[in-house]
């Protein structure tokens, strides 16, 4: 079965400091990873997906992540966070129809603070 | 280019009851899924429809229960409502072409609280 483990349950982070939140998975097949934000009361927004190629994925709201393979990890990470950063973040892997016996699967998500 | 819309945004039902969520595709896509969020957890995958036919479904009974138009829009339909029941739940549309294709856009959100 697949599974996604995001071990931060919340991360404090410094107003222009950087940030990296990890994301390990678990798949039978080739992973198609995906980093979603949500703001609070609000749906989900795609900031990234990795299907294939280059390993290192650029995303909108200046993120990043890098897959690897041989950690089973897709770690996102930006180099000067903003106040509006802060939300919850969650990684998802996933059939590239996003069907199937399972859908996406999501972490429990990563609550991100900001500290002014 | 209209987003996903689910309604109602919140609603109260008591234990027993049945209850219809509704979702609207963003336009050009021809997939749509639905998800359960419960409080401070991810999203877990209900079923996606595609085409009108069920094309995958989670680890959830058969008193949830769905249906896609032929406009692509979605009820999502739980009936014998549980307490356990209470969450977020999400539709998401996606399309199975195209540069963005398998990439889910999710709607804001039906809040449902189970008394």
């Known amino acids: 079965a697949q599974s996604v483990t995001q071990p931060d349950i919340h991360i404090t982070v410094s107003e222009g400091a950087s940030l990296e939140l990890r994301c390990n998975y678990s798949?039978?097949?080739?992973?198609?990873l995906f980093w979603y934000v949500q703001s609070p009361g609000q749906g989900l927004q795609l900031l990234l997906k990795?299907?294939?190629?280059?390993?290192l994925v650029q995303g909108i709201k200046g993120f990043e992540a890098e897959f690897k393979r041989s950690q089973s990890s897709f770690n996102l990470r930006k180099p000067s966070v903003h106040w509006s950063d802060a939300a919850e973040y969650f990684c998802?892997?996933?059939?590239?129809?996003?069907?199937?016996?399972?859908?996406?699967?999501f972490g429990k998500g990563t609550h991100l603070i900001i500290q002014p | 280019e209209t987003g996903v819309t689910q309604s109602p945004t919140h609603l109260i039902k008591t234990r027993g009851q049945q209850v219809t969520l509704r979702c609207s595709s963003q336009?050009?896509?021809?997939?749509v899924s639905w998800y359960q969020q419960a409080l401070g957890q991810g999203p877990q995958f209900i079923f996606q429809?595609?085409?009108?036919?069920?094309?995958g479904r989670g680890n959830f009974p058969p008193r949830f229960s769905g249906l896609q138009f032929p406009n692509y829009s979605s009820e999502l339909n739980v009936n014998a409502l549980e307490l356990d029941d209470s969450a977020l739940y999400l539709c998401?549309?996606?399309?199975?072409?195209?540069?963005?294709?398998?990439?889910?856009?999710f709607g804001e959100g039906s809040r449902l609280t189970v008394l």
């Open positions: 998401a549309s996606s399309s199975r072409g195209g540069a963005r294709a398998g990439e889910l856009f």
């Open positions: 798949y039978g097949a080739t992973p198609y």
């Open positions: 990795y299907f294939s190629g280059d390993t």
């Open positions: 998802a892997v996933g059939p590239y129809s996003g069907g199937g016996a399972d859908g996406l699967t």
């Open positions: 336009s050009g896509h021809n997939t």
């Open positions: 429809y595609y085409r009108e036919e069920e094309n």
